[in-house]
């Protein structure tokens, strides 16, 4: 890449300087720390809104693979990110797709014993449906996590918004809602989904073709 390249590109959202969406970040003080993990194909996609949501959450943390090495991925899900030692329970955003899988999630925020000792920490997987259950084939760790399903979600809180089925959400507004649910406080995040709006908008003003 020419340094003259190099200087049109966003460091931060990692896009062309002509199409940056930092101004689209909304900084939020959530309590859930966000785990994503990203398939390689949407890095480089546009419609790609997780790291924008990334960005917007300090407590987040971000990482690119399809399959992921378990030792690595055992450090991803269960340490502390942070100078305190906590116990962290991670919690996978998915349907519970299988009949006999157990969601034993662990008593809701903040009602358990002592929060200040736990910590939720909601594992996104960024990729198509299809890729998503690659991942989890792929990743045995991930097929043992409690699963937090969308579709059990509060119809309040699809009513904020526009009419979404749960399957239809981008990453970004599925794990808002899934924030949401777990710290039962969608005001905090109606900022993050309002600039969600204006970040569709954006991508469609390049694209007049498309209609979404
Ligand atoms: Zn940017």
Not at 66 to 90: G, I, M, W
Not at 137 to 145: D, G, R, T
Not at 167 to 187: K, Y
Request: net charge neutral; proline share 8%.
């Amino acid at each position: 890449m020419s340094v003259s390249a190099k200087r049109l590109m966003c460091d931060q959202c990692r896009r062309a300087q002509s199409a940056c969406i930092c101004h689209w970040i909304r900084p939020v003080e959530h309590q859930v720390e966000v785990l994503f993990l990203q398939h390689p194909l949407e890095v480089n996609n546009a419609k790609n809104s997780a790291r924008l949501l990334h960005l917007s959450l300090p407590h987040s943390r971000m990482t690119v693979g399809e399959k992921f090495d378990a030792d690595e991925l055992q450090h991803l899900l269960y340490d502390s990110s942070n100078e305190r030692t906590c116990t962290v329970h991670p919690v996978l955003l998915y349907p519970d797709t299988s009949a006999d899988h157990k969601v034993s999630l662990p008593p809701p925020w903040p009602e358990a014993a002592d929060s200040s000792d736990h910590v939720y920490r909601l594992v996104v997987l960024d990729a198509t449906w299809r890729k998503s259950r690659k991942m989890l084939y792929l990743n045995p760790m991930l097929q043992q996590l409690p699963r937090l399903p969308l579709a059990d979600m509060p119809a309040s809180h699809y009513a904020i918004r526009k009419a979404h089925k749960p399957d239809q959400l981008s990453s970004f507004e599925a794990t808002c809602h899934a924030l949401m649910q777990l710290e039962n406080d969608a005001d905090k995040y109606l900022p993050l989904l309002t600039a969600f709006d204006g970040f569709v908008a954006q991508q469609q003003a390049y694209r007049p073709e498309t209609q979404v």
